[in-house]
């Protein structure tokens, strides 16, 4: 019943790095949100992307959505430890999960 | 108040007890959810709110689980003869507008292990 997936499933970069995540899923969206999870806790907004949006910014995070392809991708710019999280991207009108994304930050 | 809180944090139960899970809402939000979470996996849509309305209830696995918003604030997700297979975290989340496109506030979640 999960329909958004991200990829990589684990990601691990040096503080100050760039990360970019993926997200695909498999049918026609009003919108597409991610969010992110500390262990342990509940999940956080981060950004909502509409279907006629292609590009939003956020801080420093950029996150796209291609509907032709049904994917979408997150970018942290200048990764920080504290962004080391899961992070989930989130479609469809039951708000359906993928499974996530691990990112580490090392300092 | 000023986020999502659920209640309790962290629950062990017997299998076979059965278990009462609460979610408060931000005060005024309209719209509740219910989702459940295993170790390492995205979270499962359980069921949706509008104000005390069940508008969906297609992802509560079997008719153990129950839940119920009857003033439209605050929710409790019951679930019978509870399983091991039921041990998960179990996520609440509001939004302030009907629907599902608008970003949710969710609380921290209560986690149960059945033993």
């Known amino acids: 019943s999960q329909q958004g997936e991200e990829d990589p499933q684990a990601l691990s970069i040096q503080e100050g790095e760039n990360a970019t995540m993926n997200c695909s899923y498999k049918t026609s969206i009003n919108n597409l949100q991610w969010y992110r999870q500390n262990s342990g806790r509940g999940l956080v907004h981060l950004i909502l992307?509409?279907?006629?949006?292609r590009e939003k910014h956020s801080g420093r995070l950029r996150v796209t959505l291609d509907t032709s392809k049904k994917s979408s991708s997150l970018l942290i710019t200048a990764s920080r430890a504290a962004d080391t999280a899961s992070y989930f991207c989130a479609t469809g009108n039951q708000f359906y999960f993928g499974t996530g994304t691990s990112l580490t930050v090392i300092p | 108040g000023a986020g999502v809180s659920q209640s309790p944090r962290y629950k062990v139960a017997k299998r076979g007890q059965d278990v009462a899970l609460r979610c408060d809402p931000i005060s005024g939000h309209v719209s509740l959810f219910w989702y459940q979470q295993a170790l390492g996996q995205g979270p499962e849509f359980l069921t949706y709110f509008q104000n005390e309305a069940q508008l969906d209830k297609s992802g509560l696995p079997s008719d153990r689980f129950f839940a119920e918003r009857p003033e439209g604030s605050v929710s409790t997700l019951k679930i019978q003869r509870t399983q091991q297979e039921d041990s998960a975290v179990y996520l609440c989340?509001?939004?302030?507008?009907?629907?599902?496109?608008?970003?949710?506030?969710f609380g921290s979640g209560t986690r149960l292990t059945v033993v």
């Open positions: 992307i509409r279907s006629n949006e």
């Open positions: 989340a509001s939004s302030p507008v009907r629907g599902f496109n608008y970003g949710y506030t």
